[in-house]
């Protein structure tokens, strides 16, 4: 899933138009923000495997800190705390916790059961990413309905249409490009 939690970001911002979209995206993308520092310092792992779905080549093995359900929710009451910092308002921090906690129920739908439940294990995964045809609708699917929602509350400028067509563009790359090179320090 990738488009599809900014789509979370995006229909936020109408649960919560005070916090920004920075926040919103911030919230949604930070166990995968956090992720790429953990495979650098071989504290997690990823392997390229093509065919492993028909989606991405991704062989996520070992993930534990930043994608188990129990590593979200550190990190989504990680995050609600600094946030104490900016927002005073309660149900608004709980809206923050909840967009960290939303990565893991989305990439539950679309992993195979290689998503743990908590370090080590149950692995869950419906394998949604099994289909490319049925990824590419529901993710394109939430992506326009999460764009309607914050057009729909806020006015966009033009910087706004440039980030969603970079984020499409990102998106339609990942889906279509040739898969990463293989890099021994990713596992």
């Given amino acids: 899933m990738f488009v599809g939690h ?14 920004s979209l920075g926040t919103w995206f911030l919230a949604v993308q930070l166990v995968d923000l ?18 492993i779905t028909a989606f991405t080549p991704l062989d996520f ?8 359900l129990v590593g979200g929710a550190v990190w989504a009451i990680l995050l609600a705390l600094f946030s ?3 927002y005073k308002d309660p149900r608004i921090l709980a809206l923050i916790a909840a967009g960290v906690l ?3 129920v989305l990439d539950f739908i679309v992993h ?19 289909s ?16 309607y929602l914050y057009t729909s509350t806020v006015r966009p400028r033009l910087s706004f249409w440039l980030l969603i067509a970079a984020l499409l563009l990102a998106y339609l ?10 890099c021994a320090r990713w596992r």
């Fill in 61 to 68: 093995y070992d993930y534990p800190i930043t994608h188990s």
């Fill in 132 to 147: 490319v045809a049925t990824t590419l609708a529901l993710e394109l699917a939430m992506f326009g309905a999460g764009i």
């Fill in 112 to 130: 195979r059961p290689d998503l743990p439940v908590l370090p080590g294990g149950p692995y869950v995964g419906l394998g949604l990413w099994n």
């Fill in 6 to 19: 900014f789509a979370v970001g995006l229909a936020a911002k109408r649960l919560a138009p005070a916090v």
């Fill in 102 to 104: 939303s990565h893991w």
């Fill in 34 to 51: 956090v992720w790429p520092f953990l495979l650098l310092a071989g504290v997690e792992h990823v392997g390229i495997a093509p065919g």
């Fill in 84 to 86: 104490r910092s900016f």
């Fill in 173 to 182: 790359g990942a889906a279509f490009g040739p898969p990463p090179p293989t």
